[in-house]
Nanobody
Framework: QVQLVESGGGLAQAGGSLRLSCAASGITFSIYAMGWFRQAPGKEREFVTAINLRGDNTKYADSVKGRFTISRDNAKNTVYLHMNSLKPDDTAVYSC????????????????WGQGTQVTVSS
């Protein structure tokens, strides 16, 4: 059974930082590209960032470029999302996802999903 379990969400002030983690089980983690998506109330799910198998190739949405960093630890079956300079517009439920490569920014193409973790940024 595949499980992706996010953690690390919560409340932050504008300009602050949070680090999200996503622990995977039930898959051979090292052969899956990993990604983060988010969904704000009343909005569609949107791509945030993705990372390749080795962690040496990444892609970011323009809205988070320069502020967010994705990384992975294949030994721990975990992908991380470091979020800095948070803005109220970053408030959303953040979900991690896994798919066989190559990664894409299309949510519908990702195979496995976590339940999500809430991130709320206050002004």
């Amino acid at each position: 059974q595949v499980q992706l379990v996010e953690s690390g969400g919560g409340l932050a002030q504008a300009g602050g930082s949070l680090r999200l983690s996503c622990a995977a089980s039930g898959i051979t983690f090292s052969i899956y590209a990993m990604g983060w998506f988010r969904q704000a109330p009343g909005k569609e799910r949107e791509f945030v960032t993705a990372i390749n198998l080795r962690g040496d190739n990444t892609k970011y949405a323009d809205s988070v470029k320069g502020r967010f960093t994705i990384s992975r630890d294949n030994a721990k079956n975990t992908v991380y999302l470091h979020m800095n300079s948070l803005k109220p517009d970053d408030t959303a439920v953040y979900s991690c996802a896994a798919r066989l490569p190559p990664y894409t920014n299309s949510a519908s193409s990702w195979q496995y999903w976590g339940q999500g973790t809430q991130v709320t940024v206050s002004s």
